[in-house]
């Protein structure tokens, strides 16, 4: 008799047993709101190989692109929390969305169940050679003698790169006309021709331009040096404390995902970024690897919101700008 219900009770638990200790047990796929080539896009393929190596089931990259990875971010809210539909989501959808657009169709704070944030790429501060500030307290002091009168080239609003703009007109107190393109590849012959007197750009784009001499660089915008231009100051070394505006991008899965199967994910993503084979090309694309934990990457998504969402109201930027 005791065998007996000594079996029934083995019988019980080795179906949730099963479910939780078999992931995955079918393919899972990565969605990424941004055309095939780009950082997020990459970072995710790489991800998938190597998870995918690991767990010997396939890991699909899904390119889901529209209104700036926010179409992509809403099918991994709405997707089942099961572990087999993910997003690599970037600030741009889980930070500066909620406060460009007046009717968003996911929230990001109560939606999502975060991985790990995998990346940051550093913008850089880049003057034409043909600006005169070759410091950039000569750049404020340019500015401030011409109120209006200086331009900032920027990759679309609600870009991390416009939004860079912004914190520093209102942190340096500068009043700097806007410029928008489409992209950092279209703003920057305007911006070597010497038509727009200042950019916060991709480091990747710009770096070796500046190294040409075409470009002036200043500063990055990371809280860290960028492992591209380990030369460059930080904006918070160069005397603006707390200055921090980048592009991230991480790991989430529809909120209410099975805690195990998080940790999982997040333990095998950090495995993962540990490669030195995955840093290698993470850092030749110009991004500087993270690999935090599913609370650290919840910390920083509370902690930049109502930043940005001070910055975008005080800029009066909408999605439609």
Partial sequence: ????????????????????????????????????????????????????AAWGKPVVVENVTGAGGNIAADRVAKSPANGYTLGML??????????????LSFDPARDFAPISQIFVAANVLVVPSSVPAKTLPELVALARAQPGALTYAHAGAGTSQHLAAELFKFIAGVDIRPVAYRGTTALLPDLLAGRITLSFANVVNVV?????????????????????????????????????????????????TPAAIVEQLHRDTVKVLAQAEVRKKMNDLGLDVI??????????IQRETPRWARVIKQAGIKASD
Avoid at 15 to 41: C, K, N, S
Wanted: aromatic share 8%.
């Fill in 1 to 52: 008799m005791r065998c007996f219900i000594v079996g029934l009770a083995i019988l019980a638990v080795a179906p949730h047993a099963g479910a939780q200790g078999g992931y995955p047990e079918q393919p899972v796929r990565i969605l990424v709101g941004f055309t095939a080539g780009v950082a997020p896009d990459v970072t995710a393929r790489l991800l998938a190989e190597k998870l995918g």
């Fill in 90 to 103: 970037g600030n741009g959808s889980l930070i500066f969305s909620p406060s460009l657009y007046d009717k």
């Fill in 208 to 256: 070796p331009l500046v190294r040409e001499g075409k470009l002036r660089a200043f500063a990055v915008t990371s809280a860290a040096r960028s492992a591209v231009a380990p030369e460059l100051p930080t904006m918070a070394e160069s005397g603006y404390p707390g200055f921090e505006a980048v592009p991230w991008f991480g790991l989430m899965a529809p909120a209410g």
């Fill in 291 to 300: 690999g935090g934990t599913p609370a650290e990457f919840a910390a920083t």
